[in-house]
């Protein structure tokens, strides 16, 4: 097994690495660890726009990221450990989560920490969760990863996360909001991210005789960040992957009250329909048309309405209004 600590704190680089490591060790046993900067990570089969607070986001600098496995979306920061075991897929049972938990709460158990795993994929304690898994299947091997919130900024990551479900009608899957916990409250003083680093990586050594640390060489980094830019980095992955959903919201502006329905498919507008009680000039329908093969971007949105006069559709309003109704 190797041991590997990644230099980096951008969650482009460590999600691209975790897929980047199943063709550099295609047999090799992992064990991967990294710290986030504020960034939101989302499962595969999940709908962004839907899952996050996109203009606190946007205010807050926090990335957007899509992982490779499923399940639901969390929030990283410095205060949050990720750990990632990479193994031979079928050497362990796909469904179980027990086996690749069992470090961390062997570990936490020894520093007094009452952890359980419970239910699926969940490690709580005392009936809060701090640590959530998912996993994949790929090239012949199987990645199980999950948190650990350690001193998370909880206030952010409640901000962050915290959507209208009014908004979005899909089928992509949705995250079950449980209520969390940084174990700060539990651990001895002092204990940080970085100090339950090394002594889960202890406890790895410990259990895996022959296990060695290994470091990213100059390649490796090129090669991630040669992912990072081709898909992770990319709206295309983060945002335009996501499963097809409506999208409806309503909003009132000096100009009156204008509600937008959206048909989008991976991320593109195929149907737009807005309604109100603003006095038009020109058509509607004109502004509908011309949403229509648009991203559900603002960027996209934002240059379409430097190129249109929007007083013909609504009347006296402003593109940040607009821009308003369509996120």
Request: glycine share 8%; charged share 25%.
């Amino acid at each position: 097994m190797y041991i590997i600590d990644s230099p980096s704190n951008n969650a482009y680089f460590n999600i691209a690495a975790e897929e980047f490591l199943l063709t550099r060790f295609p047999t090799q046993d992992l064990f991967l660890l990294y710290v986030n900067a504020p960034s939101i990570i989302v499962g595969k089969f999940q709908n962004t726009l839907a899952e996050i607070n996109l203009d606190y986001v946007k205010e807050k600098g926090i990335k957007v990221v899509r992982r490779m496995s499923g399940g639901g979306t969390v929030y990283h920061d410095l205060g949050n450990l990720n750990f990632s075991f990479h193994t031979a897929l079928g050497k362990h049972d796909f469904m179980d989560f027990s086996v690749f938990t069992e470090p961390v709460l062997t570990l936490l158990n020894r520093l007094g920490v009452p952890a359980v795993l419970q239910g699926r994929n969940d490690l709580l304690v005392d009936g809060r969760k701090f640590s959530g898994n998912a996993k994949l299947a790929r090239q012949g091997k199987m990645i199980q990863h999950g948190t650990i919130l350690i001193d998370s900024e909880m206030e952010i990551l409640a901000q962050a996360l915290k959507v209208n479900p009014l908004k979005f009608i899909d089928k992509a899957t949705k995250s079950n909001r449980a209520r969390v916990v940084n174990l700060k409250e539990y651990l001895p003083g002092g204990t940080g991210t970085e100090e339950m680093k090394n002594l889960l990586t202890e406890e790895i050594l410990r259990n895996n005789p022959g296990a060695k640390r290994y470091s990213l060489t100059e390649d490796d980094v090129a090669r991630i960040q040669k992912l990072v830019a081709e898909k992770y980095e990319t709206w295309d992955w983060n945002f335009g992957f996501s499963p097809n959903y409506n999208y409806r919201k309503a909003i009132k502006v000096p100009a009156g009250f204008i509600e937008v329905h959206l048909d989008v498919v991976k991320g593109v507008i195929e149907k737009a329909k807005i309604f109100g009680d603003f006095f038009a000039a020109h058509p509607i329908e004109e502004l509908e048309n011309r949403l229509i093969g648009k991203k559900h971007e603002a960027n996209d949105l934002r240059e379409l309405f430097s190129e249109l006069n929007l007083t013909d559709y609504f009347g006296k309003v402003s593109a940040d209004e607009i821009i308003e109704a369509f996120f």
